[in-house]
């Protein structure tokens, strides 16, 4: 079995809970929130890919 990476399971984790957060503000019509949920959405993406091919890199 191999073994967890828990810093990419953290990044995916943020990941989908700002994904949620954007439907959340959606429904409450708040722009600021949309906008910080996206944001934080691809910075959580963005780290995780680039976390995921340093890692596949080094093996």
């Given at each position: ?9 953290l990044c995916a984790l943020l990941a ?11 429904a409450e019509k708040n722009v600021l ?27």
């Amino acid at each position: 079995m191999k073994q967890i990476k828990w810093l990419l399971l953290l990044c995916a984790l943020l990941a989908v809970v700002s994904m949620a957060f954007i439907g959340v503000t959606l429904a409450e019509k708040n722009v600021l929130g949309i906008c910080l949920s996206i944001v934080f959405a691809m910075i959580f993406m963005g780290t995780g890919f680039t976390l995921k091919r340093k890692l596949n890199v080094q093996s």
